[in-house]
């Protein structure tokens, strides 16, 4: 018998992890069998702060690969873990080229190729770190999305380390299944995909990210009305940002005077919808003129 699709939610909890990770993890591990005690994290931070991993450490005896790319937060990390001898911490840059993947790092440490649980959290290249992996399979996979694009959007950042812009939950779902992943439950900003071979065991009736995904606080959503105005609704804030509001102000692209629907326009204002008309094309022209010659 099927169960609620979003059941998983209902274990929710936080040891170290920040939205309900710690009691997801522990109940996707109970459903999956033969578990084998090894998990991976990066960023880890100091292996402490939103740490993922850092429960299953302390109260199931896993052995762990920490990495993190920040030498300060990197000195935390090896400090914390200092008298433990499973965890291995690993100051390096996780990347997608083949001198910098995931595979790469891995190879060098005695974790076997189907370990338990990897969390992916770099607010960035995501995506492409994930995308890079062949060699290693693990069960279970927490990556982060950014909650800011709607459910029903495809996103990727380019690849490029000095992008800080993250992908959609749906680029990443479909990115999941061509790897052999599926969807299983969906946080603020973490989704947890699990094998597809384990999928069943979950008895979900629907893994769409639109049933799965529950919590939409984050996403501002931008339309226009017939009069050219621009409109937003719901967050109205950027959340890595100390919640800056966003102005409805601050994205009109119509002058006030012609933020009309253009029957409405008198003879004055259609003198200016021509002149502003013009203007757009000629600047879409250079633009696009300017973009030919960066590319040549």
Same mark, same amino acid.
């Given at each position: 018998?099927?169960?609620? $699709?979003?059941?998983?939610?209902?274990?929710? !909890?936080?040891?170290? !992890?920040?939205?309900?990770?710690?009691?997801?993890?522990?109940?996707?591990?109970?459903? &999956? $069998?033969?578990?084998?005690?090894?998990?991976?994290?990066?960023?880890?931070?100091?292996?402490?702060?939103?740490?993922?991993?850092?429960?299953?450490? #302390?109260? /199931?005896?896993?052995?762990?690969? @920490?990495? #993190?790319?920040?030498?300060?937060?990197?000195?935390?990390?090896?400090?914390?873990?200092?008298?433990?001898?499973?965890?291995?911490?690993?100051?390096?840059?996780?990347?997608?080229?083949?001198?910098?993947?995931?595979?790469? &790092?891995?190879?060098?440490?005695?974790? +076997?190729?189907?370990?338990?649980?990897?969390?992916?959290?770099?607010?960035?290249?995501? %995506?492409?770190?994930?995308?890079?992996?062949? #060699?290693?399979?693990? /069960?279970?996979?927490?990556?982060?999305?950014? $909650?800011?694009? +709607?459910?029903?959007?495809?996103?990727?950042?380019?690849?490029?380390?000095?992008?800080?812009?993250?992908?959609?939950?749906?680029? @990443?779902?479909?990115?999941?299944?061509?790897?052999? %992943? #599926?969807?299983?439950?969906? @946080? /603020?900003?973490?989704?947890?995909?699990?094998?597809?071979?384990?999928? +069943?065991?979950?008895?979900?009736?629907?893994?769409? $990210?639109?049933?799965?995904?529950?919590?939409?606080?984050?996403?501002?959503?931008?339309?226009?009305?017939?009069?050219?105005? &621009?409109?937003?609704?719901?967050?109205?804030?950027?959340?890595?940002?100390?919640?800056?509001?966003?102005?409805?102000? /601050?994205?009109?692209?119509?002058?006030?005077?012609?933020?009309?629907?253009? !029957?409405?326009?008198?003879?004055?204002?259609?003198?200016?919808?021509?002149? %502003?008309?013009?203007?757009?094309?000629?600047?879409?022209?250079?633009?696009?003129?300017?973009?030919?010659?960066?590319?040549?």
């Amino acid at each position: 018998m099927n169960k609620s $699709p979003t059941w998983l939610l209902d274990f929710k !909890s936080d040891t170290y !992890s920040q939205t309900g990770e710690d009691g997801i993890i522990n109940k996707i591990l109970e459903v &999956i $069998p033969q578990n084998d005690n090894w998990c991976v994290e990066f960023g880890a931070w100091d292996g402490l702060y939103d740490s993922n991993t850092r429960n299953l450490i #302390e109260t /199931k005896d896993y052995s762990a690969i @920490l990495i #993190e790319a920040n030498k300060v937060k990197f000195a935390g990390l090896q400090k914390n873990y200092a008298q433990n001898k499973n965890v291995n911490t690993i100051n390096r840059f996780v990347g997608f080229e083949k001198e910098d993947n995931l595979d790469q &790092i891995l190879k060098m440490t005695p974790i +076997p190729n189907d370990f338990d649980f990897l969390s992916i959290d770099i607010d960035g290249n995501d %995506y492409h770190v994930w995308k890079a992996m062949s #060699e290693y399979n693990p /069960k279970i996979v927490c990556i982060e999305f950014n $909650p800011t694009i +709607p459910t029903e959007i495809e996103f990727i950042q380019s690849a490029d380390d000095s992008v800080r812009q993250g992908a959609s939950l749906l680029s @990443l779902v479909k990115l999941g299944k061509d790897k052999g %992943y #599926e969807l299983v439950s969906v @946080l /603020k900003f973490n989704a947890f995909f699990v094998r597809s071979k384990y999928y +069943p065991l979950f008895k979900i009736e629907s893994n769409s $990210p639109k049933v799965l995904r529950t919590d939409l606080s984050d996403i501002t959503y931008l339309f226009s009305g017939y009069d050219g105005k &621009i409109l937003l609704t719901g967050s109205l804030r950027l959340p890595w940002h100390g919640g800056i509001e966003l102005r409805e102000s /601050k994205v009109q692209h119509l002058p006030r005077i012609i933020q009309k629907h253009p !029957s409405d326009y008198g003879n004055f204002e259609k003198i200016i919808w021509k002149l %502003y008309r013009l203007f757009s094309k000629l600047h879409t022209l250079i633009r696009k003129q300017d973009r030919r010659q960066r590319k040549s």
